[in-house]
């Protein structure tokens, strides 16, 4: 593992050991802007493979963890725990409740129940973790190993000489127009607007044994649910590890725009409408979730559990210039903006930073542009480039419509291909060469081992999904 390979004892002229995971004096600095979890974790790996680091960030630790809500639910699977793992870090599934699988529900037009599947995750699971608490025990690491924390506004101005000090300076926020920096890719950028209004809120009360949402799945709460309303929009019931109250359910939903779920999600201003609000959601036009959802309570102790807003899809360049011309490298969200429909936002960030260093440790040159451009360029073709075409695909894109129609069918029919199907969640590289029906086919032969068009023929609405019976919420 590069952590394992590259650390060293950080010596001085008083031979003073400074922690146990200390680095020897190295010429090569780092900087990184932003201290959200792709930040700090790429930090960290760097610290760890011999470079002097700093961070930056607009606020302290305290208020990075307590002050702020989550951005977003951070669901990650086997490729993304691999790369943490690779880095000498925690990957959380010894801490998180794992997610096993998928259950999906697909209602059509006049909410007509269509489509029923339940995908188990096949040699990995999920975690979804707060993305504070990750960032904030990582940065605590970071420290204490000898990296150096500021709290400054960076400005495009500050950074310019920030990067004049640095030999390599990455920046992982958007923040005071930083992200301008870095040209939008008018090719790989499709939409020019949000595709989904969204909502999110962090709850208790309620277990993962089998007897919760027992009515997708016979994993019961060890599989998220997925429900999808043509006319409205998504929702998504998943385990997460809460900063505060530990295991814990996360709601995430996407709201077509002019559509109901658009007004609703408009008026959450707390932790306590947003329930209000998902819950009248599911009694409206998700009953057959309904008890699970009625069980659920608020955080009392994290005022910022829930967090609404939009996301447009954009990918920009991995290299900008400052205004005196230094070269600076795009980081996580300021390179690949992604709706979390698909959960590659976190998981793409954090395989870039881990390629980031793993390149960096070995690297014996400069950090100029062509470097940095290459390093962008192999991650846009190994991860983002098809988890933007996964995200359109859950997404409903029209261009993906026959496509998407073939594999919910299919999987709906066939268990293996349900589990290929959300398994494009944790690696999505299968999906990048499928740009026709045909291709679609070909790819469900290859999984199923049968004719595509035989197990269509099988597929039948599902006229009516299963209830939930879930007995606390009952009583």
Do not use: C
Request: aromatic content about 8%.
């Amino acid at each position: 593992m590069i952590a394992t390979l590259l650390k060293h004892a950080r010596r001085s002229k008083n031979s003073i050991m400074t922690t146990q995971n200390s680095t020897s004096p190295s010429t090569r600095t780092a900087a990184i802007i932003g201290a959200g979890q792709t930040g700090v974790t790429a930090a960290l790996g760097l610290l760890d493979a011999g470079f002097d680091v700093t961070i930056y960030s607009d606020r302290d630790q305290r208020s990075l963890r307590n002050d702020v809500p989550a951005t977003g639910t951070a669901l990650e699977f086997g490729e993304t725990q691999q790369a943490e793992v690779a880095l000498g870090l925690d990957p959380y599934t010894s801490r998180a409740p794992r997610h096993s699988g998928l259950s999906v529900r697909i209602a059509g037009a006049e909410n007509a129940e269509l489509i029923a599947f339940d995908g188990n995750f096949d040699g990995y699971v999920g975690v979804a973790v707060d993305t504070r608490l990750k960032a904030d025990e990582r940065l605590t690491a970071f420290q204490e190993r000898g990296g150096k924390f500021v709290v400054e506004q960076v400005t495009p101005e500050t950074l310019d000489r920030i990067a004049a000090a640095n030999a390599l300076t990455l920046v992982a926020t958007g923040r005071g127009g930083l992200s301008d920096l870095f040209a939008i890719d008018p090719v790989r950028s499709v939409y020019d607007a949000p595709q989904r209004k969204l909502l999110t809120v962090t709850v208790t009360g309620l277990g993962f044994d089998e007897g919760v949402f027992a009515h997708r799945s016979p994993a019961g709460g060890a599989h998220s649910g997925f429900s999808i309303l043509a006319e409205q929009g998504e929702g998504w019931w998943g385990p997460y590890l809460h900063k505060d109250a530990g295991p814990s359910w996360a709601f995430l939903g996407w709201a077509r725009p002019g559509s109901d779920w658009e007004s609703r999600f408009a008026a959450a201003d707390s932790a306590e409408s947003a329930l209000g609000i998902v819950k009248d959601l599911y009694r409206d036009y998700i009953d057959w979730d309904l008890p699970e959802v009625l069980a659920t309570e608020v955080i009392g102790e994290d005022p910022h559990s829930w967090l609404k807003g939009a996301v447009r899809p954009v990918v920009r360049a991995g290299v900008g210039r400052t205004a005196s011309g230094h070269v600076v490298g795009s980081l996580g969200d300021t390179s690949v903006a992604y709706d979390p429909i698909a959960g590659q936002g976190a998981q793409s960030g954090l395989i870039q930073a881990q390629r980031l260093v793993a390149a960096a440790a070995v690297h014996d040159g400069a950090f100029d542009e062509e470097w940095l451009t290459g390093q962008y360029s192999a991650f846009l073709a190994a991860r983002s480039d098809a988890a933007n075409k996964v995200t359109r695909l859950f997404l409903s894109d029209p261009e993906f419509a026959d496509i998407g129609g073939q594999f919910f069918a299919t999987a709906a029919v066939d268990p293996r291909f349900a589990s290929a199907l959300v398994g494009l969640l944790h690696r999505p590289q299968p999906f990048l060469g499928v740009d026709s029906v045909e291709a679609a086919g070909a790819y469900i032969a290859q999984v199923t081992g049968e004719d595509p068009a035989a197990l269509l023929a099988r597929f039948a609405p599902a006229g009516r999904f299963e209830r939930s019976t879930f007995a606390p919420a009952l009583v």
